[in-house]
C-alpha cells in the first residue's frame, strides 16, 4: 500500500515539474528575438540566396522559353481551370530535354558509357 502511494506521489509530482518547466518563456519572447527569426524565416529577407536567385534565372532564361515554342503545351496552358497532372510535367521535360540535348554527341549517356568502370563494357 505504501509503495502504491509512494509511486503516485512520484507521479503527481513529476508531472507538476513537467508541467511547469514547460509553460515557463526563457528569455527573450522569439517574435524579438533576431537570430531566431532568421532561422524561422519570421522575418522576410530582402534578398533571396544564390541558389534561388539561380533557379529563378533557369526558369525565366532556359526552361521557359524552351517549353513555350511546343504548340501543344501552348494549348494546354491556355485552359488554366484545368487540373494539373504529372504527365504535363513529363511532357515539358520531354521538350526541353529535346530541346537542349539536339544531338546524341551532347547527351550525358555517351559521356557516361565511355567512362572507364561506370561505362559499357567493350
Given amino acids: 500500500m505504501y509503495t502504491l502511494i509512494m509511486k503516485n ?4 509530482v513529476s508531472a507538476i515539474i513537467l508541467l ?3 509553460s515557463k518563456v526563457d528569455g527573450v519572447n522569439p517574435s524579438q ?6 532561422v524561422s524565416g519570421k522575418e522576410e529577407k530582402e534578398k533571396s540566396g544564390y541558389l534561388q536567385e539561380a533557379l529563378n534565372n533557369w526558369t525565366k532564361n532556359d526552361w521557359t522559353p524552351a517549353v513555350e515554342k511546343n504548340e501543344d503545351i501552348k494549348k494546354k496552358n491556355e485552359n488554366e481551370s484545368r487540373n494539373f497532372t504529372l504527365q ?17 554527341a ?4 555517351k559521356k557516361i558509357s565511355s567512362m572507364p568502370v561506370i561505362g559499357e563494357v567493350k
Fill in 20 to 22: 511547469t518547466s514547460c
Fill in 106 to 109: 551532347e547527351s550525358h549517356k
Fill in 88 to 104: 504535363e510535367y513529363v511532357d515539358k521535360i520531354e521538350v526541353y530535354n529535346k530541346e537542349q540535348n539536339s544531338t546524341h
Fill in 9 to 12: 506521489l512520484i507521479l503527481a
Fill in 33 to 38: 528575438n533576431r537570430a531566431l527569426n532568421s
